[in-house]
Structure formats: C-alpha cells, structure tokens
C-alpha cells in the first residue's frame, strides 16, 4: 500500500507559480503511474495531469495544458506538479494519486489518494 503527503499548496496571484510535492512512503512507489487532481468546493474532483511509471509519458487536461508540469523522480518517490500562468479558476484542493496506468484519467481508476493542498489563487 502506498501512502501519500502533498505539500505546496498556497495563496498567490494570478499569473503566479507554484510547485506541488507528493512523497510516496513506500517502495512500490515505482510501479504506480501517477495522477494529480483537484477538487473546487461544490464540484466534482477533475483530472489535472498523470505521468507513467517510467515518467517518460504524460497527459494533461485541456484546461492546464502549456501551463503545468508533471514529473517524478523515481529514487526520491515523489511527483511534482510545476504550475504556472496560475488563474483564479485553478483554486481547489489539489490531490495525487497512484494508479495503473497514466493514461487512465478516472476518479476511480486510481487506487491511493493523499489528503489534498489547497491552492487558492486571487484575482
């Protein structure tokens, strides 16, 4: 079983950046592919971005694509999100996961979450 801490999360302005961490607890870390999400209040968690096992392959949602960046360092067990060009519409609580396959973008694709870090970004 994986366990999963994010951190980073923050307040800033719009156009700003910032940069989400997830550090994995356990070894198998390296035979999950990994998601980040988020979720606003009153709606639903939404695909963000995922990268495969080896971290060579990536998706994005539409709505961040150009502006994040997902990555992972495999000897470290963590996966960043790199988030730039931020809007006020990016605000929710943002969660990685692990899963099977980096191209699944389902909610319930995914097997183990972390409690989420709030981004909150203002107008």
């Known amino acids: 079983q994986v366990q999963l801490v994010e951190s980073g999360g923050a307040l800033v302005q719009a156009g700003g950046s910032l940069r989400l961490s997830c550090a994995a607890s356990?070894?198998?870390?390296?035979?999950?592919?990994m998601g980040w999400f988020r979720q606003a209040p009153g709606k639903e968690r939404e695909f963000v971005a995922s990268?495969?096992?080896?971290?060579?392959?990536?998706t994005y949602s539409d709505s961040v694509k150009g502006r994040f960046t997902i990555s992972r360092d495999n000897a470290k067990n963590t996966v960043s999100l790199q988030m730039n060009s931020l809007k006020p519409e990016d605000t929710a609580n943002y969660y990685c996961?692990?899963?099977?396959?980096?191209?699944?973008?389902?909610?319930?694709?995914?097997?183990?979450w972390g409690q989420g870090t709030q981004v909150t970004v203002s107008s």
């Open positions: 356990e070894r198998p870390f390296s035979t999950y592919a």
């Open positions: 990268i495969s096992i080896s971290g060579a392959l990536t």
């Open positions: 996961a692990a899963g099977p396959s980096y191209s699944r973008l389902q909610v319930y694709a995914y097997s183990y």
